[in-house]
């Protein structure tokens, strides 16, 4: 099982920027895909944004533009730049890993933004 950490999640007012990171446990095979997933109360979990080995990117149509992902591939590491956060970003958000066809997720870091 591989282990995801994540971190920088937190308070901010809309408008403003937050910085998630995400580090892998997995050290011996790069991880085919790493990316961020969100979940609002109330609401099922949703694609934020990913990015494969090859870096193929892949965003929800409402971050675009706004959030950036970006991957460090030998070291299985993803991080995710959120700029112009508004209230409806609030959620939490969670890293996630996928191998072979088999899926990883983090415990989640909590990100709301004030209005």
């Known amino acids: 099982q591989v282990q995801l950490v994540e971190s920088g999640g937190g308070l901010v007012q809309a408008g403003g920027s937050l910085r998630l990171s995400c580090v892998a446990s997995e050290r011996r095979f790069t991880l085919d895909v790493m990316g961020w997933y969100r979940q609002a109360p109330g609401k099922q979990r949703e694609l934020v944004a990913t990015?494969?080995?090859?870096?193929?990117?892949n965003y929800a149509d409402s971050v675009k533009g706004r959030f950036t992902i970006s991957r460090d591939v030998a070291k299985n590491t993803v991080s995710l730049q959120m700029n112009s956060l508004k209230p409806e970003d609030t959620a939490v958000y969670y890293c996630?890993?996928?191998?072979?066809?088999?899926?990883?997720w983090g415990q989640g870091t909590q990100v709301t933004v004030s209005s």
């Open positions: 990015q494969s080995r090859n870096g193929k990117l």
């Open positions: 996630r890993s996928e191998r072979q066809g088999r899926t990883d």
